[in-house]
T-cell receptor, first 112, second 113 residues
């Protein structure tokens, strides 16, 4: 079955370090997204991509970057981790723009 | 103003009873809505969706109602089971923002055996 996998599931890092979260999907979807989930907030969009070499900023993109070199992967990089980036991160993909999102099981990131 | 939100943060129901989870939205330009279920330690899972040209849609044990007049969305779960215990949240797609989804904060449903 097609799926979307995130790694690692848990990560602890120190302030100022660079961190990369992996996302791999086998749906062959062109559209991929990164969200963060925090208490008191709905899922908030960080970055998204509508295809290879395409990347776009979401509503909370500061301090994050993504790259899309193939259809299957959209890694999320925190250039210099901050405590405010402690969160649960979800990767998602969709078949078409505006169609339902398929989510991974998340990465819990703690920045100390 | 409030975008996507939920009236109740928590809801407890007896097993076998029906559950109703509500969602308010403020953007009259929203044209598509989805309910997601999120179990502990997992990602959100699609339950049911509805387009703005519809008032009601039914799935297996779930029904979504859309009231565009008061910008209200509800999820009804029939004969609630322990496996229904999870966080439920709605998502709306704004027609005029590049097909992006905006998510509510969620309601935690607990089913009491």
């Amino acid at each position: 079955d097609a799926e979307i996998t995130q790694s690692p599931r848990h990560k602890i890092t120190e302030t100022g370090r660079q961190v990369t979260l992996a996302c791999h999907q086998t749906w062959n979807h062109n559209n991929m997204f990164w969200y963060r989930q925090d208490l008191g907030h709905g899922l908030r969009l960080i970055h998204y991509s509508y295809g290879v070499q395409d990347t776009n900023k979401g509503e909370v993109s500061d301090g994050y970057s993504v790259s899309r070199s193939n259809t299957e992967d959209l890694p999320l990089t925190l250039e210099s981790a901050a405590s405010s980036q402690t969160s649960v991160y979800f990767c998602a993909s969709s078949e078409m723009k505006g169609s339902p999102l398929h989510f991974g099981n998340g990465t819990r990131l703690t920045v100390t | 103003g409030e975008s996507v939100g939920l009236h109740l943060p928590t809801l407890s129901v007896q097993e076998g009873d029906n559950s109703i989870i509500n969602c308010a939205y403020s953007n009259s330009a929203s044209d598509y809505f989805i309910w997601y279920k999120q179990e502990s330690g997992k990602g959100p899972q699609f339950i049911i969706d509805i387009r703005s040209n519809m008032d009601k849609r039914q799935g297996q044990r779930v029904t979504v109602l859309l009231n565009k007049t008061v910008k209200h969305l509800s999820l009804q779960i029939a004969a609630t089971q322990p496996g229904d215990s999870a966080v439920y949240f709605c998502a709306e797609k704004w027609r005029n923002t590049g097909n992006q989804f905006y998510f509510g904060t969620g309601t935690s449903l607990t089913v009491i055996p």
